[in-house]
């Protein structure tokens, strides 16, 4: 059975210095009968050392990661890399292009594909290259999220707690050397489909982060994630200079789905607490107002569980099931 991704790249990752090109997804519609969707890749290889793979516009609109990405590989001195970047700026073009969550080719979200497969639609065919073809070839990836236009995250690192203790453990050390006070922990909630779980299946040193979010670039936000790319680098060897080890940050994990907040109607909640927010069983959370049938009165919403607001929708009309406040808890236990 043919197992080898349908993508190919337009260089090559086994040949030194600067090189920038695609990954064609031969995927023919309306938009792109006979040609391919490029998807840009960089590759920056100077002498011997890891493999460190950055990946943005996994969502195509969450913005603070490929900028911190872009930040990165036009800073670095080839001269004095010892290792290899591989860059995937915007992984999920068709939906950066249209500023979409979800790709505007076949509807589907990226990071719930994976492994993906040789065979299927465009955002399938993705997956299946990078968790094949790319991923098996890296010594370690960051993988950067935002909250994108519907919802904004408290800034975090994500590690994944996974089966394989000594793979946790790097992990771990992964998000701490990222350098963001706040720790988000994958672990029996985690979605198998993810580019976290991708790098869990093929072995390789993992996190992802939350950037914020709102469909823009927070400057600081980005200035952190460049500071922990550089961060990350400079522990693998890959660059000179002191790795600065930052305070021990505050690890959170979701022990129960049941502690968000949802919408249970169409409506706008007009929220009193936010991302970052410490919060208890009770607490006020917010107003919810049924715009659309002003007849009916507003509703006093309080917090479900005790917890930490790690995220708030940024939308303004809400449907019911929609996320309102995503409450996590703190994980009780030595780093």
């Known amino acids: 059975m ?13 040949r030194g210095g600067r090189q920038v090109g695609d990954a064609m997804l031969r995927w023919s519609d309306n938009s792109n009968p006979l040609g391919y969707h490029p998807i840009p890749v960089v590759s920056i290889k100077g002498a011997d050392g890891p493999v460190l793979l950055l990946v943005g516009g996994t969502h195509g609109d969450e913005f603070e990661g490929p900028s911190a990405i872009m930040r990165v590989l036009h800073s670095v001195d080839i ?3 010892c290792g290899q970047i591989i860059a995937f700026p915007g992984l999920n073009m068709p939906a950066f292009a249209a500023s979409s969550r979800v790709s505007p080719l076949d509807g589907a979200n990226l990071n719930r594909a994976f492994p993906g497969e040789r065979d299927g639609g465009p955002t399938a065919m993705i997956a299946h290259f990078l968790e094949t073809e790319i991923l098996p070839n890296c010594d370690a990836a960051i993988d950067l999220h935002s909250g994108g236009k519907a919802s904004f ?26 350098g963001l006070p706040l720790v988000w922990r994958l672990g029996s909630h985690n979605d198998n489909r993810s580019v976290n779980a991708a790098a869990e299946r093929t072995g390789v040193p993992m996190i992802a982060t939350e950037l914020g979010g709102g469909g823009g670039v927070d400057p600081a936000i980005t200035d952190q994630a460049e500071a922990g790319i550089w961060n990350i680098l400079r522990n693998l060897g890959m660059v000179a200079g002191d790795v600065q080890h930052m305070p021990k940050p505050r690890v959170v994990e979701i022990r129960d789905p049941n502690a968000t907040l949802y919408a249970t109607s169409e409506g706008v909640f007009d929220r009193a607490i936010g991302a970052g927010s410490d919060v208890q069983a009770g607490d006020f959370a917010g107003w919810f107002h049924h715009v659309t049938e002003p007849e009916r009165p507003s509703v006093r919403l309080s917090l479900p569980q005790d917890g930490m607001v790690l995220a708030h929708t940024n939308r303004g009309l809400v449907t019911r099931g929609e996320m309102l406040l995503l409450v996590v808890q703190d994980v009780d236990q030595g780093l």
């Open 2 to 14: 043919t197992t080898s991704s349908r993508l190919s790249l337009t260089i090559d990752l086994a």
């Open 79 to 81: 001269g004095n890399l």
């Open 153 to 178: 995250f408290q800034p975090c690192s994500l590690p994944t707690l996974t089966n394989d203790p000594v793979l946790a453990a790097k992990n771990m050390e992964m998000a701490h050397l990222f």
